[in-house]
T-cell receptor
Framework: DTEVTQTPKHLVMGMTNKKSLKCEQHMGHRAMYWYKQKAKKPPELMFVYSYEKLSINESVPSRFSPECPNSSLLNLHLHALQPEDSALYLC???????????FGPGTRLTVL | DQQVKQNSPSLSVQEGRISILNCDYTNSMFDYFLWYKKYPAEGPTFLISISSIKDKNEDGRFTVFLNKSAKHLSLHIVPSQPGDSAVYFCAASDMGSQGNLIFGKGTKLSVKP
């Protein structure tokens, strides 16, 4: 089983809202990732957690705040987003940092 | 500067024939390569990978070839099926550098019945 689940599937929010994206995997993977994908572009890495510790933050604005409550869960807290932040947000996980990454279905975010 | 390039934005193939998707890279430190398939509004699905110690890896209808001297890899799908129609992303990583994946821009494959 290589399933990564993400909720919600779709999210529409205003620029003053606070919302969270959730990601879950039960494969025992110790590395989890957030990517952002705009239309007709490749996924771009945002954050990497390894053993529940943030190991990479690819210069992402502070209006995006990741959290890893335990080894199976990864959250992305959103606050004061801009319309240009509208995109598909993908979560991925892998056994270790250098192993194959498996992606979730994504959350389609629209910021009004 | 793009480190992973997929120069064909789209490819159209007849059902039953071979699909060949190409990918070039510039970073000689890359030592692990993957292909992902993506349908609209879904996450990428892992297809097949190859490490730099091999030049070919096969899994059913999918074969990946790696030419290290040319910094080129290709994905062959034989025979192509209409359900293969999707965007295919090539990705590369340098295992010695924590394995961050660098994706190409993708090639949209259309398999016509």
């Amino acid at each position: 089983d290589t399933e990564v689940t993400q909720t919600p599937k779709h999210l529409v929010m205003g620029m003053t809202n606070k919302k969270s994206l959730k990601c879950e995997q039960h494969m025992g993977h110790r590395a989890m990732y957030w990517y952002k994908q705009k239309a007709k572009k490749p996924p771009e890495l945002m954050f990497v957690y390894s053993y529940e510790k943030l190991s990479i933050n690819e210069s992402v604005p502070s209006r995006f705040s990741p959290e890893c409550p335990n080894s199976s869960l990864l959250n992305l807290h959103l606050h004061a987003l801009q319309p240009e932040d509208s995109a598909l947000y993908l979560c991925a996980s892998s056994q270790g940092r250098t192993d194959t990454q498996y992606f979730g279905p994504g959350t389609r975010l629209t910021v009004l | 500067d793009q480190q992973v390039k997929q120069n064909s934005p789209s490819l159209s193939v007849q059902e039953g024939r071979i699909s060949i998707l190409n990918c070039d890279y510039t970073n000689s430190m890359f030592d692990y390569f993957l292909w992902y398939k993506k349908y609209p509004a879904e996450g990428p699905t892992f297809l097949i990978s190859i490490s730099s110690i091999k030049d070919k890896n096969e899994d059913g209808r999918f074969t990946v070839f790696l030419n290290k001297s040319a910094k080129h890899l290709s994905l062959h799908i034989v025979p192509s099926q209409p359900g293969d129609s999707a965007v295919y992303f090539c990705a590369a990583s340098d295992m010695g550098s924590q394995g961050n994946l660098i994706f190409g821009k993708g090639t949209k494959l259309s398999v016509k019945p």
